[in-house]
T-cell receptor
Framework: DTGVSQDPRHKITKRGQNVTFRCDPISEHNRLYWYRQTLGQGPEFLTYFQNEAQLEKSRLLSDRFSAERPKGSFSTLEIQRTEQGDSAMYLC????????????FGPGTRLLVL | AQKVTQAQTEISVVEKEDVTLDCVYETRDTTYYLFWYKQPPSGELVFLIRRNSFDEQNEISGRYSWNFQKSTSSFNFTITASQVVDSAVYFCALPNSGGGADGLTFGKGTHLIIQP
């Protein structure tokens, strides 16, 4: 059984550049979540999809952030005009439909904005 | 809003000692789930347990056990005979409520260090 995968695992960028991350969920899962984790903190919920529909966005998700899941399979998270405060680990998780099923996490993408 | 408090920022014990990680939560939901995840140095969150608020029986899985007490809103995690491989950050989590959001609210985590 293939787990959740994320690409890239690490990204270094300069302030003001755009970056895009990809998440491939567990194939049977139709819910996909994005979280952000900064050093010394627990993950913070950003947004989630059920199939291709984005059902919830946290107030943490500023206008510079956009997420898509066009065919209900993989998802992308784009950050435009990156700021140093965007430096964090971006985690993706997937689960079955009910939402109360267990979320399984990928290895994360660590972003450093210089 | 949901809240999860893990008051122990860091715990250090010697291998083979027992250790308990505390989790206290706040929710207005009458039914809910609680979760524990492990985050080793590699960074990937590993699922450990999901517990329904209806079920207050303690659960044991090998060296791991969980004590859920709804009356005190606590869901504590005990590792018996700890091993160096147990060294990690451990997170307690609670699903978000309202608006259909099913993301998780995490505590800040407890960094567990097992010394050989």
């Amino acid at each position: 059984d293939t787990g959740v995968s994320q690409d890239p695992r690490h990204k270094i960028t300069k302030r003001g550049q755009n970056v895009t991350f990809r998440c491939d969920p567990i194939s049977e899962h139709n819910r996909l979540y994005w979280y952000r984790q900064t050093l010394g903190q627990g993950p913070e919920f950003l947004t989630y999809f059920q199939n291709e529909a984005q059902l919830e966005k946290s107030r943490l998700l500023s206008d510079r952030f956009s997420a898509e899941r066009p065919k209900g399979s993989f998802s992308t998270l784009e950050i435009q005009r990156t700021e140093q405060g965007d430096s964090a680990m971006y985690l993706c998780a997937s689960s079955f439909t009910s939402g109360k099923e267990t979320q399984y996490f990928g290895p994360g993408t660590r972003l450093l904005v210089l | 809003a949901q809240k999860v408090t893990q008051a122990q920022t860091e715990i250090s014990v010697v291998e083979k000692e027992d250790v308990t990680l505390d989790c206290v939560y706040e929710t207005r939901d009458t039914t809910y789930y609680l979760f524990w995840y492990k985050q080793p140095p590699s960074g990937e969150l590993v699922f450990l347990i999901r517990r329904n608020s209806f079920d207050e029986q303690n659960e044991i899985s090998g060296r791991y056990s969980w004590n859920f007490q709804k009356s005190t809103s606590s869901f504590n995690f005990t590792i018996t005979a700890s091993q160096v491989v147990d060294s990690a950050v451990y997170f307690c989590a609670l699903p978000n409520s309202g608006g259909g959001a099913d993301g998780l609210t995490f505590g800040k985590g407890t960094h567990l260090i097992i010394q050989p």
